[in-house]
């Protein structure tokens, strides 16, 4: 099987290491990829965003499985000019996609299929977001309802910074908080059938002990010891199978990766977002515990031969990765900086390119992680938190707290 994968982030990074490992696959052209991925696959440019240039590229490689990373070329209609081609793609079709490319329509969804999540209003304008504000009280949640790379959620005290924070997004969902320890879960399905990979859990906020703005993820780790008995069967009954009823009752089955962003709360699981796409950077830990072939399962999700699909295999052990930030990050970061000792098995590149001489620069506000295993989580944590001290970096940044609470046994689910 020839793969074509779509991006060139983290995330992608991590779905190259997976789908290389895979026995069944004849060789992987990632566009545009980055400087990790280009020690695994083909380095192809392309407009990650323009459908008919993808689909164009899939035709030229003689692509078997398209699979599409981030979510801005997933709501562009990227799979659905792949699929029009002829040719296997994994990713839901653009019309599927608004579940993540819209806030306002994910709850229309969740609404109609009866599925647990929190109170929320759409607003438009100052007046409305004030009235969902004082309805809803403080910790205020002020979501972007369009696409916003993981950075248009604002949960504050601040009720000023609530409506700055709206203002500047223009539509904005308003919504209840949440409160309990939040859990990511990919689920891969072919629009009917559906599997959960490992639960996840990840660090939205740039700084220890949760502090600062959100960003794109700092660090993530798997399985979760503290995690309810019978948390992804619940999920599964609850959320995962009445959305993708609702989708099909619509005429716009959810095909691909339907990743539910949860929190554990008092009353029970409630969906605080859907994605429509691998997450960045739970994907790296979740595919380091998979021992099931990635693109076999990839394939059979874009086929809709889910159903006739081996369960999924996992490793013993847990997983850990820490990412490194470049200076500024998530404000304004600096990128240009040379990076040392980023060519060890564990680190994944996200926002890095190389100069004309070779030297590997930073691009991005996330530059790279460091991705380990481990028998347990505390071997794994310290074995991620060993790759990054080992990155030359001038300026960057890292959390030193992930996964310590679950170590630590200090994570509790409200009763």
């Known amino acids: 099987m020839r793969v074509l994968l779509v991006g060139g982030g983290g995330r992608e990074h991590a779905l190259a290491l997976g789908l290389v490992g895979d026995p069944s696959v004849a060789g992987v052209i990632a566009a545009p990829g980055n400087p990790g991925i280009a020690g ?7 407009d990650a965003t323009d459908p008919g240039a993808v689909a164009a590229l899939a035709v030229e490689v003689q692509a078997d ?28 079709s653009a019309e599927a996609a608004r579940l993540e490319g819209s806030k306002t329509f ?17 607003c438009t304008d100052a007046a409305s977001t004030a009235r969902a504000l004082d309805e ?7 979501k972007n309802d369009g696409l916003a790379a993981g950075k248009g959620v604002v949960v504050t005290d601040d009720r000023e ?32 059938a559906a599997l959960p990979l490992l639960p996840a859990q990840d660090f939205k906020r740039v700084g220890d002990g949760d ?58 699981p409630r969906v605080i977002e859907f994605n429509a796409r691998f997450g960045d950077p739970e994907t790296q830990v979740v595919l380091a515990l998979l021992e099931t072939p990635l693109a076999g399962l990839l394939h059979a999700a874009a086929t809709g031969t889910l159903a006739a699909h ?34 060890r098995a564990g680190i994944i590149h996200a926002g890095t390119r190389r100069a004309a001489d070779g030297a590997l620069l930073s691009a991005g506000g996330r530059v790279l992680c460091g991705t380990a295993t481990g028998p347990d989580l505390a071997a794994a944590r310290d074995a991620a938190y060993a790759l990054v001290r080992g990155v030359g970096l001038a300026g960057s940044h890292h959390r030193t707290d992930i996964a310590a609470a679950a170590v630590e046994g200090r994570i509790a689910v409200p009763d």
Request: charged content about 15%; proline content about 9%.
């Open 211 to 268: 502090s600062g703005p959100n960003t794109g993820g700092m660090g993530a780790y798997a399985p979760l010891p503290w995690a309810p008995p019978g948390l992804v069967d619940e999920v599964m009954r609850d959320v995962v199978h009445p959305t993708l009823a609702e989708m099909r009752r619509r005429g716009t089955p959810f095909a691909g990766l339907l990743y539910v962003g949860l929190a554990l709360t008092a009353a029970g």
């Open 65 to 92: 499985l398209v699979v599409i990373g981030p979510e801005a070329p997933l709501v562009a209609g990227v799979a659905d000019a792949v699929r029009a081609k002829g040719i296997a793609a994994f990713g839901p």
């Open 161 to 192: 910074a609530a409506l700055t924070h709206a203002q500047e997004c223009g539509r904005v969902v308003v919504e209840e908080y949440l409160a309990g320890p939040e859990v990511s879960l990919f689920v891969v399905t072919d629009g009917e």
């Open 310 to 343: 081996p369960p999924l295999r996992w490793r013993d052990g847990a997983a850990v990765t820490v990412v490194v930030a470049a200076e500024g990050y998530p404000a304004s970061p600096r990128t240009g900086d040379v990076i040392t000792g980023a060519d």
């Open 136 to 142: 809803f009280g403080a910790p205020y949640v002020v």
């Open 106 to 122: 994910a709850k229309e969804i969740m609404t109609a299929a009866g599925v647990p999540t929190a109170r929320a209003h759409t």
């Open 40 to 46: 695994l696959a083909e380095l192809r440019e392309v």
